[in-house]
């Protein structure tokens, strides 16, 4: 509707002789803001729509609830709820994963993710330092949220002994 709104009022802009070019293009782009600004506004109303909320089991046993967007990464949950350092892993880079990424998803969840990618079950490997993976551990950053996750239930694991300073 703004898009249509705009093209109608360039039209008219142009078609006038009386304004100069420069007069001309300020009103297109002070039209084009406006358009944008309101495009913004009715997409920021949706918000709403985009919130997935989560459970969360903390290194105390304590379950809590977290909210995320949809299309936001489950570390990126995690870190703005205040269970994962965001000092300890620079959000969204798999080179930058440490055992704080690492999270275990409740079975009934597992079916709902993708399955892990070759370099996500690499690095899952390296942390493990035993080699064997638990079917459970994901990487907080390699799983993107989505409406069909909703009251997914994810923990926290310990930090390894060889995660500790």
Known sequence: MAISTLQRLSSQLHSLQSLSLFTKSVLVRSSASIASATATASSSAKVADRIVKLSAIDLDGKKREVVGLSGQTLLKALTNGGLIDPASHRLEEIDACSAECEVSIA???????????????????????????????????????????????????????????
């Open 107 to 165: 079975q009934e969840w597992l079916d709902k993710l993708p399955p892990r990618s070759y370099d996500e079950e690499y690095v899952l490997k390296r942390n493990s330092r035993a080699r064997v993976l638990n079917k459970h551990a994901r990487l907080g950053c390699q799983v993107v949220l989505t409406p069909d996750l909703q009251g997914m239930v994810v923990a926290i694991p310990e930090p390894k002994p060889w995660d500790i300073p």
